[in-house]
């Protein structure tokens, strides 16, 4: 597997696992993953958040660890990137807010780069407008959005993940052995 240039758009209580464990499997197979955040640069940190599934109607949230970013939003050209990586947890909900981050996503999608998205990553795929006839998982949660912005939703099972086109999608961070590794089929093409 050839080293790509992997792009992270994260924001505060992002989910845990979501963020580090792919941050840190991407790099441990040869892959550079640049991490940012809009408004902040390189040796900030955002907050992230544990979400778990312990038999309540939805997941529960605790606090996490601190995530270091390791590159500036401002100014980053997504043409310089190979692929790009959406985490869940609460940030793609204020994230699809920011115009700049919408188009930094569409331009994935417009280039036909791999996208890997997970969970609640889903939101900011759904406000870029870039799930028009696709297939999508996501947080079941999100189901609605996912078939507002014209994608079929992909109700799979928590631990497993789904590919279409560039697009790889699951449900939470039990799908990260199949996210990832479809993802980095992706990757290889």
């Known amino acids: 597997m050839s080293g790509k240039k992997i792009l992270m758009i994260t924001g505060d209580f992002t989910e845990d696992y979501e963020t580090m464990v792919p941050f840190q499997a991407l790099q441990a197979v040869g892959h550079t993953v640049h991490a940012v955040c809009p408004d902040k640069k390189a040796g900030d940190t955002v907050a992230t958040a544990i979400h778990d599934f312990e038999g309540d109607q939805t997941y529960t949230e605790k606090p996490g660890h601190r995530f270091a970013l390791n590159a500036d939003f401002a100014g980053l050209n997504p043409a310089d990137y190979d692929a790009l990586v959406v985490p869940g947890g609460r940030a793609p909900e204020y994230l699809r807010l920011n115009d700049e981050v919408k188009n930094l996503v569409r331009h994935f999608f417009e280039t ?16 870029a407008g870039v799930l028009e006839g696709r297939e999508c998982s996501a947080y079941p949660a999100c189901q609605p959005e996912v078939e ?24 939470a961070w039990p799908a990260h052995p199949q996210w990832l590794a479809q993802f980095f089929k992706l990757l290889d093409k």
């Open 112 to 127: 036909d780069k791999p996208v890997a998205a997970i969970c609640h990553g889903a939101q900011l795929l759904a406000a």
């Open 148 to 171: 507002l912005a014209g994608g079929r939703f992909a109700a799979i099972d928590v631990d497993a993940a789904v590919t279409d086109g560039n697009l790889v999608t699951a449900p």
